[in-house]
């Protein structure tokens, strides 16, 4: 277990593409080819888009159970939604018992930028994560790319790195990091909405019955889109949404946020 903090700032953007591409989406796949960060996390259960030498993946999973330890338990529908139930996590991170921000699920995600050999590294590639925060029919969504920071605590690998052997930067090393993402294709992490607890993101309420969206984009330095990726978490009984072309979503490009990191053997 360990923790990462990462003190930033947010600022609004608007982010244009130039092209989209066409979606190939599967789902309750394997991602190429394992689960590197946290040793014990199984592969299996994400949605995945592969295209242009690219590999995009995103799964819901159950972090706390009742005793407060995560599990290979994806809920998967099968279809691109994950079933979780709503209520806050039973010991929080252990430093803030029934943290009132923190669900019992995390989202995780996998970047592959050369699955095929057609590929590139990590950094030749630009990339969006967009987050929804609304459980209601709307979107309230933090948008940012979450490879091109200065530090990010990601584990990080090749296709040839086994479950559990990513490499992550020391913490605040952004030579460390920035060397990773210039000479790997592979970059994954799990993360919890309490990571986001800063302004206009913060107060979160896990206890509240939503359907919330998640998607994953990989682009070229122009801005062309090359592979894309969309979940949704669906807690509780869910929340009624409209098709994606109604939903007015708020843009926010990431120069840092403070997030905190903890992953946890499962």
């Known amino acids: 277990m360990f923790r990462r903090m990462i003190a930033a700032t947010l600022v609004a953007a608007g982010l244009g593409l130039s092209g989209t591409a066409q979606a190939i989406i599967s789902h309750n796949q394997n991602v190429t080819s394992d689960v590197i960060f946290g040793s014990g996390n199984a592969n299996g259960s994400f949605t995945v888009d592969w295209q242009n030498g690219i590999e995009l993946g995103l799964r819901g999973k159950l972090r706390f159970d009742t005793n407060n330890q995560p599990q290979n338990i994806f809920n998967s529908n099968g279809d691109g939604t994950f079933n979780f139930a709503a209520g806050i996590a ?130 070229d330095q122009q801005e062309n889109e090359l592979a894309r990726v969309n979940i949704q978490i669906i807690v509780g009984a869910g929340a009624s949404v409209p098709e994606p072309s109604a939903m007015a979503l708020i843009g926010l490009g990431l120069v840092g946020l403070s997030l905190t990191r903890r992953h946890r053997k499962a």
């Open 90 to 219: 039973p010991g929080g991170f252990g430093f803030v018992p029934n943290a009132p921000t923190t669900p019992v699920w995390n989202f995780e995600f996998s970047i592959n930028s050369n699955f095929d050999g057609n590929g590139a590294n990590l950094d030749n590639f630009l990339y969006r994560i967009g987050i929804d925060f609304d459980p209601g029919p709307g979107q309230f969504l933090l948008d940012f790319d979450p490879i091109n920071q200065l530090f990010v605590d990601h584990a990080i690998g090749t296709n040839a790195t086994g479950n559990g052997g990513g490499t992550v930067a020391p913490f605040g090393d952004t030579a460390a990091y920035g060397a990773l993402i210039a000479n790997n294709n592979l970059a994954q992490n799990s993360w919890n909405m309490e990571f986001f607890n800063d302004p206009p993101f913060d107060g979160f309420d896990p206890t509240l019955d939503g359907t919330y969206d998640f998607f994953l984009i990989a682009m």
